[in-house]
Each structure stands twice: as C-alpha cells, then as structure tokens.
C-alpha cells in the first residue's frame, strides 16, 4: 500500500480508524492499485439493486478497464477511500474533480462529482457517514470545495446520508436523477452532526463492552488462584445476567465444566456469539488469542494482561500490534494491563475486574487508568456509603490500564446520556487529546457533573503504561481551564469522594450563602472559618449547646432551610451524653425528616468522634416514606446549557428513576473536608448558570479563512515547523484582520533615517535583541523621537549603553497612541489543549504571573471576562483618574486570535507583544507566529480513533 501514484506518493495520513453506528471499527485508507483483487471481490458481494443505484443500469461485474479506474488515483483531482474489516473492502466511496461543464477536470476547478458503494450486510452502520466526512476532509485539502452527486431517486438510503450530513446543499431533479451539490466548508449544523454521530457511535461501543449478553473468559486456570480464575469467579459469582464461559487451550478434552461454567478451549468451539472476552493470557499469546476472537464475532476485549508499554519499549510495540490487530476485526479494547469493568445494573450485573466484592448499585460512574486507586476508589465509596443500595453506589466501573485504545473521552461519551449515571468520578494519568476531553467535558458537566482528579500532574513521573503530554502552563493555570470546561478539578482521590458523594446525594446550591448550626461552637467557628477560606459566604453559627436533642437539630435545620437568606446548610455534631447509637439513629433521622421537608437546599453534617451517624443517615434516608422523597435530587439541572459545540444535540433529560431515589445527607469527619466539597458544588452550580447562556463565536466578514490556509500550507511546505519572519507574520495575521505596525531593521544610523523617512515622524527606535526586547524598563525603546537630529542622537545612545548594532538588532517603527501596554498570547499546549492569554505586558506579567487563560474557540462572553479577570485590570477602566481604554476593540482583537488558531490547527503559537490599547482603537506593535504541522490526535477534522 505504499505504491506511488502518478501525481502524488501515497498519503498514509489519510488513514484512519473510525467507530460505527453500532459500536463496531473499521479502517478507512486510500485505493492504491494493489487493491484489485479486493475490489473485485468487493463487488460480487454487492446485491444486484446496490449496483443498480450506483451505476443507473445492471452491472453483473467490473471490467477490467472499471477495475483499473477505480484502483489507480493521483490523490488529486481522482481519490478513492475503502472502509475495511479483517483487510476486505465493506464500502468505497471517490470523487473526480469536474469543470463547470461537469467533465473531469484538473485544479484550479474546484467541484468533484462523488459516489459511493456500500456493502448490503454493512449497510446502516453508518459507513457511508464517515466515509463522506472523511472524503470531504481530502476533498478540502486538495482545494476542492463543493461536492456533487447524482442519485437515483428510489435510492432514499444514499440521498439521507447527503441530507443528513449537515452542508449547505441544493437539490434539483433531471432526466430522472437527483442531483445535489453542497458546499464542504464546515457549518454549525454539519459540526453539530459530526459530533452527535460521534458521540452515539463511541458510546454504543463502550455500551457494548459494559452491557455484554455473553462474556468469555480466556485464560482461566483449572487450579484455584490466578488472574483468569480470580476474573471467573468474580463474574459468576456477582450473578452476572448473561451466558458465561472458560476458555483455556490448556483444559482436558473432556473438561465441560469449571466452577460450574461451561468450559472449552477456544473460543471458536463456542456455537453461541460472545459479545466480551476477557483475555488473562501471558502476552505472548494474546495475539492468537484475539485473532481467534475476531474470527469468532467477538465484539470487544478486556486485556488484563501485562507486558505491554508498561515494560519498555518492546512492549510498547507489542501494545500497538495488538490494537492493530483488534481493529482489523472491528473490536475494541480496554487495556492492556487493565483491572477490568463493572456494571451493576440488576439486568446485567457484571464484574469483569480484579475486585473481589461486587459494589453496591448507585448512580456514580467511576473511570481509573490505575488498578490500585481504582480498588481504592470503589472501597472508600463503599465505606462511605453506610452499606445501602442509592446514589452512592456505582453505576459502571472501568478501569483502562494502559489506555491504549478505550479512553476517558470514550467512557464519558457512554455517560452522557446514561440514565444510570448522575456524576462522573475520574481519577486520570494522562489526557491523550485534550482538545476532545475538554469539549466532551463541557457538554457531560453541562448534564452531571465531572469531577476529576489528575496524576502526575507536575510531570515528575511518568506513568506506566501510556505517554503523558507534558504541559508548559502551570498546574494552577491548566486546573483553572479545566474547570472552564465545567470540570470539578480537585487534588485528591480523598476530595474526589467527597465531592462525589455530595453531588450524588444532594441538589446544587443555589449560592453561595451557607448556614451553620451545631452542638458545640468551636467546630461551628471552625466550620466558619473553612466557608471564609473556600470563598463562601457563611452566616453567624448557631450553637444548640449539647444539650440539644434530636428535636432540637430538626427544628433548627428546618428553620435554616426555610431561610431565603441560605443557600445550604452545614450541621456539625459531636457525641452527646448517653447512649451514642440511639443518639446516632435520633439524630440522623431528625436531620432526615427536616431535609426532605425543604428538599431545594444541599444539607451536610459535620460529626466529630460520632462513627455511627455516616450509617444512620443512610439507613435513616432508606427507610423515609416515599412521600418525602417528591424533590428531584437533580435540582442542579434548572439551569440548561446547549454547548457551543453541540447547537443541534439536546441534553438528556434527568432519569426517572433519579426523582424517586433517597436523598442521602452526605457525612463528614472534618469541617474542612465537609466545606471544600461545599465550595466545589458552589463553583460548578455557578458554572451551570453561566453556561446557560455561552456566548457566540462572532463571524468577521473580513476574514479570509482560505488565504490563510493556502498561506500555511505554503510556508510548511518547506519544513516540519519554522517561526515566520516578520513580513510572513504580518500577512497572515492580516488575514484575520489583525494589522501590526510596520517595523522597519535599521542596522546602521543612515539605514535608521532612512527609515524614518520612510514611515514619517514621530517615530520610535527599538533594540530588539532577546535579553531587551519588549523591555522599556532597561532602556532599549526611544519614543517620541520627532526629527532626524533625535532619531540619530539615540541610535549613539543605544549602541553606547548596549554594545554594536548586529548585537542590538535595532529598528524602527511608526509611533502609536498613547496607552495601556497588553499582550496577547495563544498557544497549543500539549495537556490542555488550545489556549488563549492576556495580560498586561512587563513585570505584571512575567514577574507576577498575572495572565488570564480561556480554551480556544472563544466566545465573546468569554473575552469579556478574560480582560476583566486579571488583578491589574483596573489599569484598563480608568483606574486612580486615568482614561479608560477601547476594551472592546481588545475583546474584537482576542476573538480574531482565538479564530486563526482554531481554523488552522497548524497555527501552534501566536504572541502579540506589546498591544497598545488606547482612548481608542489599539496598536499591535510586535508580533510573532510559529508553525507546525498539527498532531494526529488534535480533535479536529472527521471522527478518528487514536493512531498506534
């Protein structure tokens, strides 16, 4: 497949992975003419009505003058993709570039007639989808922009797949053939179908490795202990809803039985389909092992074993031949070195993990890359969950090991829209496209929240088992991001429960506004001082005294909660006198019976050496009356948000079964614990409500999108990545209307004059040397210099303070008006993604640290925040007498930034240094702009699966 073409050597970057409609993989490539005899055998498996709607008449067979068409390509003006499984042709699509006439034609023609054929028993997969959105990428690469197709019209399968699909398109009807033709720029509506099609395809998949109706697992021993037999048995004995085998190439020829589970020694002796096979071979012989499994229908695997990237450069190769080979099935993988997955639906109940004990049903999914704080994860839920079936519980569990294939982003596509589901916990390594986690990370926070916490996030250690994107910002900033995206962002596994249990168990609040009220004053005044350090706004405690008695904490909780003045309420109790489990029991259902009465406020309960009160509120909430329980425990939702990148995707609406469930008052051993996770529900709440309303993106009429592009591609074509000089910077900022004063080299006194002559005075002269640029402070800028006289006295100044003008690298530029010096900076960061700063330029910022961060595409709300967000934005709105500047010329300035670096992944570093914002209007007086060739993983473009 690396044969050349007439025009063009073949381009390996168009290959791709892609999931289907029904969860399952194929591989899209080019044609190449060592295609042939696929293609032909192709075709005889296409039904003779297929063929008809393709070709307009019968067509038995290609001839062999068909066959060398439709297999040689100059990737140009004539490209053919194939959808594959197990290496053979499922459907083809290609286009052939057309004049206005309608006949082939060579660029600069910008139209291309295409067609596609899809396989009868793959057809509805959604093959013909991505094959279009993949087609349509190429198409635009080679400078095409509108696709035409000809359709019959009884062909309604093929002329949905072009409706559907989003674009721009008109429709007219000829000589008996439909004709349409659309436009393949990218429109909100054809973005919106991208990712709704992505998202059902990715969830479906993962729904088909967690909702299995028969799993095998392969490599389980006859003797008692080891990986395979531990899985077994965990399976059975979790009551596991499906069909269950053991599979062991090592077993007797008369073994039928183990454990009680049906045995065999391949999985090809199983007559019945095996949807899940869970593989705890050495991984030597997992090859074989998936080979087989996909020779049999398997429809996903679940790679416990180790040896893989976790082990050193070997077994990372061995890593990526293994995904390799799973896709040419169409399966797909969680692992290798996995833990394994849980679901606790009562209609599946599955533990395919290491996890002895099956966790309690609840409404909290869990996602690990790490087995052991993965087991920590599900063992302190337990504990906190005082042994009762609800909220606390776990929905589904997956742990991915290595990550080499089924992710963090695939596994929130599945909880999206899972009705089991009402909070995400993720405790996560790395981030392998942090362009789609934050955008998946919006939409899911915008439904339930997410809450995550980060290993390795300083970079000092890498994790075994799959590379970590090293990010330049510092952790403070990408947290600060992240929670941009709707992301709960906390620093440990301990917070991550707290927090979890919180959000599962009580509705938002409202505001910021907490009550306090308890039996002893010390822990209320402590609980007050943790509201004042999460930025919380606590009312003055009240002290019951411990002489209260359970009566009297219900009366005061229900008082608290009627107050319009409360937005939640912290109780903190310490032991009373007397009996403590009755006083545990008492207590805890008195807080009950007064939460449910006012059901719209979150309650918690601070309690100090009171180790039974935990339990008691859960069995206290177990057993209230159902009437109690009307508040719906998703009050959080009264705020919907239609993400930017979703405009045509509603939200799930809550589950039914959400409205009926306990509402569980969450316990805390220390106020400080107990507050924090108060805190994060207030910031995310305050994140539901202002992501109600995003913002827009603005479209600019003067932005020249194309230009640009053939600009870029241009300027790559002579090398991986380069930093443009200063003539190529302005060009192509001035695409996106983004104008930089014209700054001129000066390398001797006459050539300094000459200059200025040229752009007329006043004029300014400026050392541009790395260790003095933007550097007014150390005197390298001149300003003002109003004739010649002036402009050649500081050019002496300069090289006598600072050493020769080849050393200064001195030039001069126009004058600007007077104001307040920012700068602008957007750059690719490998962790978070595309990232958009401001501040203002000098010690403000790169002494202070004083930058606002916002993820790239901005919204025009959101550049209004981020030049008000900074602490010296007072400088900017007329601060001490001074004058206001034009802030909104500097919000039009970001958005044009955050546009350029959006539409041209290749833009992976911009910095505008100093932007001069006046009375009015603004100067951008030093600029520069690096190029690279975008990464393979950069969330842009078709659906694509991670490349290994």
């Given at each position: ?5 007439d ?30 005899e ?10 003779d ?15 062999a ?29 290609r ?20 067609a ?48 559907d ?22 429109t ?54 499906g ?8 077993f ?48 996903g ?16 190769e061995?890593?990526?031949e ?30 395919a ?65 899972d ?12 981030i392998?496209?942090?362009?789609k ?15 995550v ?18 990010t ?15 992301v709960?962002?906390?620093d ?24 306090i ?29 411990t ?18 003045t ?76 239609r993400?930017l990148d ?34 994060e529900?207030?910031?995310?709440s305050?994140?539901?409500r202002?992501?109600?309303e995003?913002?827009?993106v603005?479209e ?19 090398g ?46 400026k050392a ?45 530029q126009?004058?600007a008006?007077?104001g ?17 700063s ?9 002494l202070?640290?004083?930058?606002a ?15 008000r ?8 709105f007329g601060w ?16 044009r ?52």
């Amino acid at each position: 497949m690396q044969s050349a073409s007439d025009r063009h050597e073949y381009p390996a970057h168009w290959e791709a992975d892609v999931v289907l409609r029904d969860g399952g993989t194929a591989r899209i490539r080019p044609i190449t003419v060592d295609d042939a005899e696929r293609l032909v055998s192709f075709y005889e498996q296409v039904s003779d009505e297929s063929k008809y709607y393709r070709f307009f008449a019968p067509y038995p067979r290609l001839s062999a003058k068909d066959v060398h068409r439709f297999t040689h390509h100059d990737f140009v003006d004539r490209v053919g993709l194939a959808a594959t499984v197990g290496g053979e042709f499922i459907a083809t699509v290609r286009y052939d570039r057309i004049g206005a006439d309608g006949m082939p034609a060579s660029a600069p023609a910008d139209e291309a007639e295409v067609a596609f054929l899809v396989q009868d028993a793959h057809q509805g997969r959604g093959v013909a989808s991505a094959l279009l959105e993949h087609i349509g990428a190429v198409a635009r690469e080679r400078d095409i922009r509108r696709f035409a197709a000809e359709v019959l019209p009884a062909n309604n399968k093929m002329i949905k797949v072009f409706t559907d699909a989003g674009y721009t398109q008109k429709r007219s009807f000829e000589d008996g053939v439909v004709r349409l033709e659309f436009d393949l720029e990218p429109t909100d509506r054809s973005l919106a179908v991208q990712y709704a099609r992505e998202q059902r395809a990715e969830a479906h998949s993962v729904r088909r490795l967690l909702v299995p109706g028969s799993v095998a697992v392969i490599g389980a021993g006859r003797s008692p202990g080891g990986v395979g037999r531990g899985v077994l048995g965990n399976i059975r004995d979790a009551g596991f809803t499906g069909r269950l085998y053991a599979v062991n190439k090592a077993f007797p020829q008369d073994l039928k039985e183990l454990d009680g589970v049906l045995a065999h020694r391949s999985v090809r002796d199983i007559e019945e389909q095996v949807d899940l096979a869970v593989v705890a071979v050495p991984a030597d012989h997992v090859l074989d092992v998936v080979t087989e499994c996909g020779e049999h229908g398997v429809q996903g695997l679940v790679v416990l074993s180790a040896g893989y990237a976790e082990s050193g450069p070997d077994g990372r190769e061995r890593q990526r031949e293994l995904v390799r080979h799973a896709r040419t099935y169409g399966m797909r993988i969680i692992g290798p070195n996995a833990f394994g997955i849980i679901n606790t639906a009562a209609d599946v109940r599955l533990n395919a993990s290491l996890a002895p004990e099956m966790p309690r049903p609840g409404r909290i999914g869990l996602f690990a890359q790490s087995g052991a704080i993965g087991i920590a994860l599900l063992s302190r839920l337990h504990r906190r969950g005082g042994g009762v079936t609800g909220d606390t519980g776990v929905s589904t569990f997956v742990s991915s090991g290595n990550r080499a294939d089924v992710s963090g982003n695939d596994v929130l596509q599945y909880w999206y829209d899972d009705p089991d589901t009402d909070v995400v916990l993720m405790y996560l390594e790395s981030i392998g496209n942090p362009r789609k986690f934050t955008r998946l990370a919006r939409r899911t926070a915008a439904a339930k929240p997410l809450v995550v916490v980060q290993g390795a996030r300083h970079g000092g250690a890498a994790p075994q088992g799959h590379t970590v994107r090293v990010t330049r910002l510092p952790h403070t900033t990408v947290s600060a991001l992240l929670r941009q995206a709707g992301v709960i962002r906390v620093d440990t596994i301990t917070e991550l429960v707290d927090t979890g249990l919180l959000l599962a168990r009580q509705p938002l609040p409202a505001g910021p506004r907490v009550a306090i009220l308890g039996n002893s004053e010390s822990l209320g005044l402590l609980t007050y001082d943790a509201c004042l350090s999460e930025g919380l706004r606590p009312l003055p405690p009240l002290d019951l005294t411990t002489a209260a008695s359970a009566a009297d904490f219900h009366e005061a909780l229900a008082r608290a909660l009627a107050d319009e003045t409360c937005d939640a309420v912290v109780v903190t109790a310490i032991p009373a006198i007397g009996d403590a489990t009755t006083g545990d029991a008492e207590l805890a259902q008195a807080l009950s019976s007064a939460a449910e009465r006012v059901p719209g406020k979150p309650v918690l309960v601070v309690h100090v050496e009171l180790g039974g009160l935990a339990e008691a509120l859960s069995a206290a909430a177990s057993t209230a009356p159902q009437a109690d329980r009307a508040a719906p425990r998703t009050a959080g939702r009264a705020h919907p948000f239609r993400p930017l990148d979703f405009p045509a995707d509603p939200l799930p609406e809550p589950s039914d079964t959400a409205a009926g469930t306990p509402r569980l008052i969450p316990a805390y051993p220390a106020a400080e614990r107990a507050v924090r996770a108060l805190g994060e529900a207030v910031k995310y709440s305050q994140w539901r409500r202002e992501a109600a309303e995003p913002g827009k993106v603005p479209e600019y009429e003067d932005i020249d999108e194309r230009g640009a592009a053939q600009l870029i591609d241009g300027l790559l074509a002579r090398g991986q990545g380069l930093t443009l000089g200063t003539d190529e910077t302005c060009d192509l900022l001035g695409k996106y209307g983004i104008q930089v004063h014209r700054a001129l080299h000066a390398p001797t006194p006459d050539a300094a004059a000459e200059a200025a002559r040229t752009l007329g005075y006043p004029v300014a002269l400026k050392a541009t040397a790395p260790h003095l640029r933007h550097r007014a402070d150390l005197g390298g800028v001149r300003l003002d210099l109003a004739d010649e006289e002036q402009l050649r006295r500081a050019y002496t100044e300069l090289t006598e303070l600072f050493g020769r003008p080849e050393e200064l690298r001195p030039v001069v530029q126009s004058m600007a008006p007077r104001g307040v010096d920012t700068v602008v900076r957007a750059v690719i960061d490998p962790a978070a993604g595309a990232v958009l700063s401001f501040g203002l330029a000098g010690a403000a910022s790169q002494l202070l640290g004083d930058m606002a961060h916002r993820l790239i595409p901005v919204t025009d709300r959101e550049a209004t925040s981020i030049v008000r967000s900074i602490r010296t934005a007072p400088l900017l709105f007329g601060w001490r007498g001074s004058e206001p500047v034009d802030t909104p010329a500097l919000e039009e300035l970001l958005l044009r930034v955050s546009r350029l670096v959006d539409d041209h992944p290749e833009v992976v570093a911009v910095t505008l240094e100093p932007v001069v914002v006046a009375k009015h209007g603004l100067s951008v007086l030093g600029a520069s702009v690096r190029l690279a060739l975008p990464p393979a993983r950069d969330d842009l473009g078709p659906r694509t699966l991670p490349t290994y």
